[in-house]
C-alpha cells in the first residue's frame, strides 16, 4: 500500500477522533515520541533507526478512542511501516461487574512490503472486587491480505493492585483455520505404441509417477500467556512484560517480554527508554530484538501507560480538612490515576482537577459553605461516582453522589 494512502487513512482516524471526542463529555490528549531503536530480526546485522510516533487519545467515561501511527527514517529513505485505529466502550457497573467491547482496525508492513491489515472485536465481562479483579471475554479477528480466513479467540485474565502496581495475568486462546496444500503422488501403468514402416505397430506398457495437488483447511489452535507488571512512584513509571508462545507445526515455542521505562521531566515532556524481544509471528517465526531511547511530548495523562481496560483505577481514601472558616482541603488516595476531578452542587457540578502531591495523593482546595453538599469523584476521565468512606444516594442520572456535611 502506498505510504501517501496510508498517511490518508491515519489523518481520518485523528479527525474523526477529534470530532468525535468534541461531542463527548471527556478530555483530548495528544502527544508524539521521538525515539531511536536498534535492533535486529534473528541472527541478522544490527540496524539502526529514528522514528516519530504520533498518537491521539479521547477519552470519556464510557470508553476512548485511540489513533496512532509509525513514522521510520533508516539510511534517509521515510516509511509509515504501522497505523492503528481503536477504541472501547464500557458499561455502567452492575454491581462488581461491568461490560466492555473493544475494537481495533491496523495495518503493517514491517513484516513483508505488502500492507498486512488485521481487525479485532472483542468484547469482555470483568468484575471489580476492592484492589482486584477479573475478566472473560471473547472475539473474533481477520487477518486481511495475510490470513483472510477469521479466527475465534477466548480472552481470560486477572489483575491486582499492590501499593503503586498493578499485576496482571492474561490468556488468549485462539483458533484458526489455515489453508494447505497436500501432494500425493501415485504410480500409473498404461499403455503407449510407436509405428514403423519395417515392423508396423510396436505395443508396450509404461510405468509413471503422478503428483496430485490438493488444497485441505486444517484447524490450529494455540494459547499466548501474558504476565505483566505496571508501576509508578513519583514522576517514574515502570513497565515490563512476559510472554509464552507454544509450538504449532514446524514453528518452536517462544518466548517474549520487554522492559520500558518513562520518567516525567516536565509537566508536558517525558524521557522514555525500553529494551526487550518480541516473538515472531506463525508466518515468519524470527524474533526481534530492540531497544529504544526518546522524548515524549504530550500532556500529563500520557506520561504513564493507560493499564488494560478491564483494571480501572478508584479511589481507595477520602478525607476534608478544614482549612480556614469557609476553606476546606479535599484530598484523595487513587493508585495508578493519570487524573482526578471532583465536582459538587457547592460549584455548580464544574469539574475541578486535583493535584498529585506524593505518589498516588491527590489534593485541591475548595470553598466549602456550611451545610449538606453533594459531591462526585472522577478517575481518569471515567464515570463519575461516590467518594470512597462517604454516605451515598441515587442521582438524577441514574449514578451515585456522595453526601459531605460541612459544620
Known sequence: MRTSTVWGKCALGALAVVLGASALPGQVFGAADVSGVL????????????????T??????????????????????????????????SSRTFGVFRVTAFGQYARDTTVSAVAASTLNVNGAVSARFGRSGVWLGGGRARGGDAHPTPSLRLLAGAWRM??????????????????????????????????????????????????????????????????????????????????????????RAALGGHVDASVQLTPR?????????????????????????????????LIRRAPAAPVRPAATAFRAEQVSPDTWRITLRAPGARTVEVSGD??????????????????????????????????????????????????????????????
Not at 47 to 54: F, I, L, Q
Not at 173 to 197: G, I, K, L, P, W
Not at 359 to 365: I, K, Q, S
Open 269 to 301: 515532556l517525558a524521557f522514555i527508554a525500553g529494551v526487550g524481544v518480541t516473538p515472531g509471528r506463525y508466518a515468519t517465526p524470527l524474533a526481534s530484538r530492540f531497544a529504544t531511547v526518546g522524548l515524549r511530548v504530550t500532556s500529563v495523562a
Open 56 to 89: 491521539i487519545l479521547a477519552q470519556h467515561r464510557g470508553g476512548y478512542v485511540h489513533a496512532m501511527g509509525l513514522l521510520v527514517e533508516e539510511t534517509g529513505r521515510v516509511t509509515l511501516p504501522t497505523a492503528s485505529l481503536d477504541a472501547a466502550l
Open 162 to 251: 499492590l501499593g503503586g502496581a498493578v499485576v496482571s495475568v492474561a490468556m488468549q486462546d485462539n483458533q484458526q483455520r489455515f489453508m494447505t496444500r497436500q501432494m500425493t503422488a501415485r504410480q500409473v501403468t498404461y499403455v503407449d505404441s510407436t509405428y514403423t514402416d519395417t515392423a508396423g505397430w510396436h505395443r508396450y506398457t509404461v510405468d509413471r509417477t503422478v503428483v496430485d495437488t490438493t488444497s485441505i483447511r486444517r484447524l490450529r489452535r494455540w494459547t499466548d500467556i501474558e504476565a505483566r507488571v505496571d508501576w509508578s512512584l513519583g514522576r517514574t513509571a515502570l513497565g515490563t512484560a512476559l510472554s509464552a508462545r507454544p509450538s504449532l507445526d514446524s514453528t
Open 346 to 407: 457547592f460549584n455548580q457540578w464544574s469539574p475541578v482537577s486535583l493535584r498529585e502531591t506524593t505518589p498516588d495523593l491527590w489534593e485541591v482546595t475548595l470553598p466549602l459553605p456550611r451545610g449538606t453538599h453533594r459531591i462526585s469523584v472522577r478517575i481518569n476521565g471515567d464515570s463519575w461516582d461516590a467518594p470512597p468512606g462517604l454516605p451515598s444516594v441515587e442521582d438524577e442520572f441514574n449514578g451515585k453522589v456522595g453526601l459531605i456535611v460541612i459544620r
Open 39 to 54: 535492533g535486529r530480526s534473528g541472527g541478522g546485522p544490527w540496524r539502526r533507526a529514528s522514528w516519530v510516533s504520533p
